[in-house]
T-cell receptor, first 117, second 115 residues
Framework: AQSVTQLGSHVSVSEGALVLLRCNYS??????LFWYVQYPNQGLQLLLK??????LVKGINGFEAEFKKSETSFHLTKPSAHMSDAAEYFC???????????????FGKGTKLSVKP | GAVVSQHPSRVICKSGTSVKIECRSL??????MFWYRQFPKKSLMLMAT?????????EQGVEKDKFLINHASLTLSTLTVTSAHPEDSSFYIC???????????FGPGTRLTVL
């Protein structure tokens, strides 16, 4: 079974500072990993995903994440925070099932990012 | 591309009534649609998965007779909350994907309040 742990339910950074949101996963098979962002009262928007290949994945809005198998991590980073980055961020994992279909997404509990001016 | 809409965005209903929420993939045909429920300050909980033309597969603990899901076409799935009660109040989010290996694209969510 897969699981996702997001360390820190709330992260606060100053505008222009580095953003680091932590995600660790558990999976007995090669994982597919995702980061989604949710703005208040809205659905989820895909930031980036890792399936196979290059372990450093670049997404939208200047975010990137690195898949580290040895650490079972997929931390999300952005060099310089912007006020508009304030939102809830969810890490998720799924796997490729027998037969080739993708399994269900398992979400972490989310990390709320606050950006101070 | 890959836009998913939900209607309504907000709904308030009286206890005992039924509410239907629509989920549409606007620019692609969705092989599979998913329904999630999100409690305040909590993560998303998968309620059910539906494939076009098939019966939905419900997650453990989700009452299939209370949360009726219909996936009649490749672009439309509906969730009907029957005999709603205040504890059904929540944020319901749908998602859709094209193929069996594709990314899920999420709708904007529907805020249900049952009085």
């Amino acid at each position: 079974a897969q699981s996702v742990t997001q360390l820190g339910s709330h992260v606060s950074v100053s505008e222009g500072a580095l953003v680091l949101l932590r995600c660790n996963y558990s999976s007995s098979v090669p994982p597919y990993l995702f980061w989604y962002v949710q703005y208040p009262n809205q659905g989820l928007q895909l930031l980036l995903k890792y399936t196979t290949g290059a372990t450093l994945v670049k997404g939208i809005n200047g975010f990137e994440a690195e898949f580290k198998k040895s650490e079972t991590s997929f931390h999300l980073t952005k060099p310089s925070a912007h006020m508009s980055d304030a939102a809830e961020y969810f890490c998720a994992v799924s796997t490729l099932l027998h037969g080739g279909s993708q399994g269900n997404l398992i979400f972490g509990k989310g990390t709320k990012l606050s950006v101070k001016p | 591309g890959a836009v998913v809409s939900q209607h309504p965005s907000r709904v308030i209903c009286k206890s005992g009534t039924s509410v239907k929420i629509e989920c549409r993939s606007l620019d692609f045909q969705a092989t599979t649609m998913f329904w999630y429920r999100q409690f305040p300050k909590k993560s998303l909980m998968l309620m059910a998965t539906s494939n076009e033309g098939s019966k939905a597969t419900y997650e453990q603990g989700v009452e299939k007779d209370k949360f009726l899901i219909n996936h009649a076409s490749l672009t439309l799935s509906t969730l009907t909350v029957t005999s709603a009660h205040p504890e059904d109040s929540s944020f319901y989010i749908c998602s859709a994907r094209v193929g069996y290996t594709d990314t899920q694209y999420f709708g904007p969510g529907t805020r249900l309040t049952v009085l």
